[in-house]
């Protein structure tokens, strides 16, 4: 494989990661304030239909973009009603979002555009066109590092540059702010985070709404960004891709970051079955190729990536003491 071949791989990566990402560190505050979100599939799926519905008809994708939070932070309303407010189960919660979405995104797709549960192709003003960083072309020349930076680094939408800064925003709050230090002890003990005076509510409210306006963003890309336009199922169980990869990184946003990666590049490989084929000598087939990121997730969610231990008080209703 030469370095050319490499760069088209590791550019598909970053694309093809870039809502797993959004959608990992989604579930990391959910999942650090106690509240376990499986509806992470289900909110993107909402928030791709709704994005790429408002720009189709509007013709603006930043309009698109706004439609998608919101569906998004509507499913994450629900979530939060049911799980913190009512205590119910948080996830059957979650299932039964993920079942909500599949079937009222294509009955509302269907609805409004008559093309079999899809959305007119977008073009123009209604989607994310990709983006030259500076000195992109002039350092192209430069030995290995510059092509680097013109094939890899450059050449994105706006939300891949996003979820990128996500990360080190998500260590500074969740390890650097007073915020976050609530955060974290009430996913591990809300009954001291009560003692001191602070609201458990309130906390995992705010943390199901930050995941409710992440899942926005990872659903919106994949309808304006990624794709040209809102397709039925077309999260393809990305949202429980991440959850595996929240598991691999142990709830960290740096982990976050290595480990949706690492699943965006077996998709990218999917990709490119013929560079399988020159490492290894002979073609793999390609539905094995296209099902190796969900293998992984198995054997992530099986425990064989070392032992993850999730917050104390995960999934776990709190009932205030009188």
């Known amino acids: 494989m030469d370095y050319a071949t490499l760069l088209q791989i590791l550019d598909s990566t970053l694309r093809l990661g870039t809502p797993l990402l959004l959608a990992c560190l989604a579930g990391l505050f959910s999942e650090r304030s106690g509240i376990f979100d499986i509806g992470l599939e289900g909110k993107m799926l909402m928030a791709a239909m709704c994005s790429g519905a408002v720009a189709a008809l509007s013709g603006s994708v930043w309009i698109g973009l706004l439609a998608g939070i919101a569906g998004s932070m509507m499913f994450a309303v629900v979530h939060g009603l049911a799980s913190i407010t009512f205590r119910g189960n948080q996830l059957i919660s979650g299932v039964a979002l993920n079942f909500v979405a599949s079937g009222i995104t294509v009955l509302v797709a269907q609805d409004l555009f008559h093309q079999g549960g899809r959305t007119p192709a977008l073009t123009g003003n209604a989607r994310f066109n990709a983006i030259d960083l500076p000195f992109a072309e002039s350092l192209r020349g430069v030995p290995v590092l ?47 985070v009560d003692t001191a005076g602070v609201s458990v509510v309130r906390l995992r409210y705010a943390a199901v709404g930050i995941a409710g306006l992440l899942c926005g963003l990872a659903g919106a890309y994949m309808a304006t960004g990624l794709q040209a336009g809102f397709g039925r ?90």
């Open 146 to 192: 510059g092509p680097f930076y013109a094939e890899v680094v450059s050449g994105h939408s706006a939300l891949v540059y996003v979820a990128l800064l996500a990360v080190p925003v998500t260590w500074w709050l969740l390890y650097r702010t007073r915020f976050g230090l609530r955060l974290r002890a009430v996913g591990e003990n809300p009954a001291s």
């Open 233 to 322: 199922e077309m999260t393809a169980g990305r949202g429980y891709i991440a959850l595996a990869a929240l598991i691999f990184a142990k709830w960290r946003p740096w982990q976050a970051l290595y480990a949706t990666m690492l699943f965006g590049f077996l998709q990218a490989l999917a990709l490119r079955p013929d560079v399988i084929e020159n490492i290894f000598g002979f073609a793999v087939p390609i539905p094995l190729l296209d099902a190796l990121p969900y293998i992984l997730t198995v054997v992530v969610l099986a425990g064989f990536v070392g032992k993850a231990i999730p917050p104390r008080a995960g999934g776990e209703p709190y009932v205030k003491e009188r």
